[in-house]
């Protein structure tokens, strides 16, 4: 059973810095797994950030996070902590973040209906 948890949420000021952990459970077994951090915003859709496949650690981002959003994953004993370290913040980056996970490819066009698991989310809001 897969399971995800998301920390690292809060409020920064635009151009500052904040860090997302997802701790997931029921992955380590296998790296045969995508992981994605999706995002959204009060009214609008999900959105996918950034993804990492645990099988060869090979990123991908949105163009609208490149070169500021960087996402990273390192294996804890039986869990996966997959990070997001969010650099130059800007308004448009306030969103509640998703964590969440598919088993096979992780291309950008899979979707966020695409990914069978996720988390509760965290908040990250930006002032400017």
């Known amino acids: 059973q897969v399971q995800l948890v998301e920390s690292g949420g809060g409020s920064v000021q635009a151009g500052g810095s904040l860090r997302l952990s997802c701790a997931a459970s029921?992955?380590?077994?296998?790296?045969?797994?995508?992981m994605a951090w999706f995002r959204q915003a009060p009214g609008k859709e999900r959105e996918a950030v950034a993804r990492?496949?645990?099988?060869?650690?090979?990123?991908?981002?949105a163009d609208s996070v490149k070169g500021r959003f960087t996402i990273s994953q390192e294996k804890r004993e039986n869990t996966n902590i997959v990070g997001l370290q969010m650099n130059s913040l800007k308004a448009e980056d306030a969103a509640m973040y998703y964590c969440?996970?598919?088993?096979?490819?992780?291309?950008?066009?899979?979707?966020?209906?695409?990914?069978?698991?996720w988390g509760q989310g965290t908040q990250v809001t930006v002032s400017s």
């Open positions: 969440e996970a598919m088993r096979g490819g992780c291309l950008m066009r899979f979707a966020d209906t695409d990914f069978p698991y």
């Open positions: 029921g992955v380590a077994g296998s790296r045969n797994y995508c």
């Open positions: 990492i496949f645990l099988g060869n650690d090979f990123p991908s981002y």
